[in-house]
């Protein structure tokens, strides 16, 4: 320890290395014995400023006062010193900081050259003493054992290599410069660090203090990493996991080997499996929504499979079809209910390129306004309350396919603009989920209102209207096609039949008569309950039906004479039959009194005189 009573120039004289005390502070040279003042050329006087005897390695000097900081004292062959002349030495400094001031560092060089000619000396002593023979045996062993280790670490099929104290390669073996695409003359004596190291990949600066390989030999312990990368001499990164471990000389830490391996190749696979895994599970769950849809559209009550008719109407309708189909072309279909726009947008779809995907029916009047927004565009688990589980929305469903937008007028305005939007743009995001998905449908909507109407009264987005208003359909109502009829209510009739399991009945001349004299309000979804009604109540071989004010007809059939008990059945179970139609409503116009063509307060009395109750139509 420094005695600060006792002049700096003494006590450094002391010492057989040259010395000299620096005020880091105020960056000047205290004190320098003689030694250094001969060594580095110095005036008399040494107050002077230290920093230009550094000169261009004033960063290595300052990262080497900072390790003396951290350890007490340090060594370092990196800082070149200069003389006052300007000329450079080759010299080791080692240096520590005074206990009783923080802020002077004690510094001493040794100078290489002289250490190295002192070094030649000596050697050349041991040889003459030793003698030539015993010299070239040394040289035989060392070299062969230099070999074989060499031997053994271009065998290991992990790339090592090895650094010093200072953090510069020592060695490397041919797996690391295989994988690196470095040579060893690229990176012996290099700080390796800064070559294969330096960044994250992110693009992060990654700076040598953090670095794990330095620090394993900095604080002497052993490091495992499992994903990090290095870069190889084309600039493209690797994915590395490495071992960084101390070694040691005679007790002395002497720097660190790191063993690694190139984990680029597992890393994708894992990658590419994940991405795989997510997509496996994003169909399943797609699949297994189109399934339930699939089945439930297998299951739900369809008029018929085929556009029946040969009306100039019905034919200029097929025409239409056959254009539109095979485009991709935005179709909307206006009609009035029971037209079978359903029908149409089923016929254009199975018809069109999509026809393998399936065709999503998305009722837009039939869930309430807080859920036709999950509904179409789906949720996330925990999106809202209720929301138990992810659920790809109807544009998803319909992805690849065609998506059918019936009473489309009832979609709530709000929504209307998030539809419009993620048509347009081919991508929707499930509710609670910041992912965008692409998606790829054919749209089809259907009416029964005047959208203009519905725009002018501002139920209806314009830009929406005219998005959908690419080739207009119009169902032409049955009243207006009454020949179309006869052929209509044969094929509703072998479909009842089969349906329900009845006899094949007749449709005779006078009761077809009556079909085609009759108004169908209800168009074709009333011919088609009319025809079921009538299949169920017609025994006999003839069929029996009922159409609205009118009695019912029954076609005689000599060979099928009926009691009156008989009769007052039929009756019975018509009557039953129609209130399970209606579930049960007696009045209004959708009530049980209105098909049978009957006064409400009549039914009533009628339900009453043959006891029929709710548990005989529920």
């Excluded at 800064?194 to 794990?212: A, F, K, N, T």
């Excluded at 018809?351 to 509904?375: M, N, Y």
């Excluded at 209130?579 to 049980?592: F, I, M, Q, W, Y």
């Amino acid at each position: 320890m420094l005695d600060l009573h006792t002049p700096p120039d003494s006590l450094l004289n002391a010492l057989s290395e040259a010395a000299l005390l620096i005020d880091l502070a105020e960056d000047r040279t205290v004190a320098a014995n003689s030694r250094a003042r001969a060594l580095l050329d110095l005036p008399q006087d040494p107050e002077t400023t230290f920093s230009p005897l550094v000169g261009a390695t004033l960063p290595q000097f300052i990262v080497f006062v900072d390790e003396i900081a951290h350890r007490g004292e340090a060594w370092s062959r990196d800082i070149t010193l200069a003389t006052a002349g300007g000329t450079p030495l080759r010299c080791e400094i080692r240096g520590r900081l005074l206990e009783d001031n923080p802020s002077h560092l004690l510094l001493t060089v040794l100078d290489l050259d002289e250490m190295e000619r002192h070094d030649r000396i000596a050697e050349a002593a041991e040889l003459h003493r030793s003698g030539l023979l015993e010299w070239r045996r040394a040289q035989g062993f060392f070299s062969e054992l230099e070999r074989q280790n060499q031997l053994i670490l271009n065998a290991a099929g992990e790339g090592i290599y090895g650094v010093n104290a200072d953090g510069k390669t020592t060695f490397l073996n041919r797996a690391a410069q295989e994988m690196l695409g470095w040579t060893a003359e690229d990176l012996l004596g290099q700080d390796i660090h800064s070559v294969i190291h330096h960044h994250h990949l992110d693009g992060e600066v990654y700076h040598s203090h953090d670095c794990p390989i330095y620090q394993s030999f900095r604080f002497e312990q052993v490091a495992r990493i499992e994903d990090e990368v290095f870069w190889r001499k084309d600039g493209k990164p690797i994915r590395v996991e490495y071992v960084s471990t101390p070694i040691y000389d005679q007790k002395v830490l002497a720097g660190a080997v790191v063993i690694f391996r190139d984990i680029t190749e597992r890393k994708e696979n894992e990658r590419k499996l994940r991405e795989a895994m997510e997509e496996v599970a994003a169909l399943r769950d797609r699949l297994e929504q189109e399934n339930a849809y699939l089945q439930e559209a297998i299951t739900s009550e369809r008029a018929h499979h085929d556009i029946i008719g040969r009306s100039p109407a019905i034919r200029q309708l097929v025409t239409k079809i056959g254009l539109v189909a095979q485009t991709d072309a935005t179709v909307l279909i206006t009609g009035e209910a029971g037209t079978g726009k359903a029908l149409v947008a089923t016929a254009i779809h199975s018809d069109s390129p999509r026809r393998r995907r399936p065709l999503i029916h998305f009722k837009c009047g039939s869930v309430t306004a807080d859920a036709t927004e999950a509904e179409l565009f789906g949720q996330m688990r925990g999106a809202f309350p209720g929301a138990l589980r992810d659920k790809p929305g109807k544009l998803e469903l319909a992805h690849g396919g065609t998506l059918f937008l019936d009473d489309v007028s009832e979609l709530p305005l709000e929504q209307q603009g998030r539809l419009l939007h993620a048509l347009q743009a081919g991508e929707v995001s499930r509710l609670g989920d910041t992912r965008v998905r692409q998606i790829d449908i054919r749209v089809i909507a259907a009416t029964t209102k005047n959208l203009e109407h519905e725009v002018a009264a501002g139920r209806m987005r314009e830009d929406l209207w005219l998005f959908l208003n690419v080739f207009p359909i119009t169902c032409t109502p049955l009243r207006d096609r009454p020949e179309d009829i006869p052929e209509l209510a044969v094929h509703l009739l072998d479909i009842a039949c089969k349906r329900m399991n009845r006899p094949r009945t007749v449709i005779t001349e006078r009761i077809m008569e009556r079909l085609c004299a009759y108004r169908w309000p209800g168009n074709v979804r009333e011919l088609r309950n009319v025809i079921e009604r009538a299949a169920i109540l017609s025994t006999g071989g003839k069929l029996m039906v009922e159409l609205g004010n009118d009695a019912p007809v029954r076609t005689p059939a000599p060979q099928a004479i009926r009691t009156e008990a008989e009769i007052q059945q039929a009756i019975r179970d018509n009557l039953v039959a129609c209130l399970r139609e209606t579930g049960g409503k007696v009045s209004g116009p959708d009530g049980a009194a209105a098909l049978l063509g009957v006064q409400p307060t009549t039914l009533y009395s009628r339900i009453r005189t043959m006891k029929i109750t709710p548990q005989d139509y529920g």
